[in-house]
């Protein structure tokens, strides 16, 4: 079995004439991050692959999770879509146990929600449905390689956030 966390940018900061993209992390958003990577660290282990938008905000996450494992930064999970960062999932090599997505809502949360299956327990979808704050990080049990991720297939397992 693999693990899949999706996690939603930490707290950006509105920079006055900086364009969305190029948005930084708030100094909360520092804090939000450092404790989402010690979440991690403590409940999950090792992630042995990550996958990130390439916005200022999603890398500066990243960073300050202090997470280290081989990192593709794609431009589609930026506004991306479920579509997108399902594929992007898809291309993750099955060596890769443990996967880390950090991308944006709405398409971040709405990923986890529509990979639940039956298995996943209907209060943690709620969750997940209702509001997925910055920093948050659903985690999903996948069975099967990578490509053959698809809707409905993992077991959402926890939504967590880090307020």
Request: glycine share 8%; hydrophobic share 45%; aromatic share 4%.
């Amino acid at each position: 079995m693999s693990r899949l966390l999706l996690m939603r940018h930490a707290k950006a900061s509105f920079g006055d004439g900086l364009e969305d993209f190029e948005r930084p992390l708030a100094d909360v958003g520092r804090h939000e991050a450092a404790r989402a990577g010690d979440w991690i660290r403590e409940h999950v282990g090792t992630v042995d692959a990550v996958l990130c938008s390439s916005a200022v905000r999603t890398r500066e996450t990243l960073d300050a999770t202090g997470l280290q494992a081989p990192t593709r930064f794609l431009d589609e999970i930026y506004e991306g879509w479920t579509g997108s960062l399902l594929d992007a999932v898809r291309s993750v090599d099955d060596a890769a146990s443990t996967v880390l997505l950090i991308g944006h809502a709405p398409g971040t949360p709405g990923l986890a929600a529509r990979l639940a299956n039956d298995a996943s327990d209907p209060a943690v979808v709620d969750r997940v449905r209702a509001g997925f704050p910055t920093a948050a990080i659903a985690v999903l049990e996948v069975d099967g390689p990578w490509s053959d991720l698809d809707v409905g297939t993992a077991r959402l397992t926890d939504v967590v956030t880090t307020h």
